[in-house]
T-cell receptor, first 114, second 114 residues
Framework: QQQVKQSPQSLIVQKGGISIINCAYE??????FPWYQQFPGKGPALLIA???DVSEKKEGRFTISFNKSAKQFSLHIMDSQPGDSATYFC?????????????WGAGTKLIIKP | GAGVSQSPSNKVTEKGKDVELRCDPI?????LYWYRQSLGQGLEFLIY????????KSGLPSDRFSAERTGGSVSTLTIQRTQQEDSAVYLC???FGGGTYEQYFGPGTRLTVT
């Protein structure tokens, strides 16, 4: 009920291509879905987040697509660059939860080939 | 301004010893989280502090783990009688509050129990 399933585990994309990472959740109470980016030796950093009242959110080259009925959301990175090579985590939480606990996916290691 | 800092950055300890991990949150942030990140895994919630309220300890894996936050600022995570399965990166995050407020992460402490 609490899990967030993320795929793929790893992804290799050519420079300029589109990187797509998918997440699925089960808990219908989740209403906040952030994506975090983590570089080696660093803590995760918030990249982009979405609430379920919209189906898509775009910030620069990064887009979240959200499908409430399917309980799925995905991150699209357009025109992928070598500097985007990092591990990406999706997460979900319920804003009704007293601790706003983020439930995390297992992560996707993205490599952009120059 | 300064971000979240954690110390030490690396800690190697012998099985059975106690360890203390420190987190200095961003000034003014009332919420503080501890997470554990095992190799190739997502982040596992450990504990949440919000202001002067009693902490949410629901994620602590055993009674060997404890945490405190002094003066609403610095936090210390203590692991007693360490076990090899405690080996992981321990991440601290702070935010202005719960909900959709962005969590800012420190670089983590890599704990290795030999």
């Amino acid at each position: 009920q609490q899990q967030v399933k993320q795929s793929p585990q790893s992804l290799i994309v050519q420079k300029g291509g589109i990187s797509i990472i998918n997440c699925a959740y089960e808990n219908t109470a989740f209403d906040y879905f952030p994506w975090y980016q983590q570089f080696p030796g660093k803590g995760p950093a918030l990249l982009i987040a979405i609430r379920p009242d919209v189906s898509e959110k775009k910030e620069g080259r990064f887009t979240i697509s959200f499908n409430k009925s399917a309980k799925q959301f995905s991150l699209h990175i357009m025109d992928s660059q070598p500097g985007d090579s990092a591990t990406y985590f999706c997460a979900a939480s319920s804003l009704m939860d007293s601790n706003y606990q983020l439930i995390w996916g297992a992560g996707t290691k993205l490599i952009i080939k120059p | 301004g300064a971000g979240v800092s954690q110390s030490p950055s690396n800690k190697v300890t012998e099985k059975g010893k106690d360890v203390e991990l420190r987190c200095d949150p961003i000034s003014g942030h009332t919420a503080l989280y501890w997470y554990r990140q095992s190799l190739g895994q997502g982040l596992e919630f450990l504990i949440y502090f919000q202001g002067n309220s009693a902490p949410d300890k629901s994620g602590l894996p055993s009674d060997r783990f404890s945490a405190e936050r002094t003066g609403g600022s610095v936090s210390t995570l203590t692991i007693q009688r360490t076990q090899q399965e405690d080996s992981a990166v321990y991440l601290c995050a702070s935010s202005f509050g719960g909900g959709t407020y962005e969590q800012y992460f420190g670089p983590g402490t890599r704990l290795t129990v030999t």
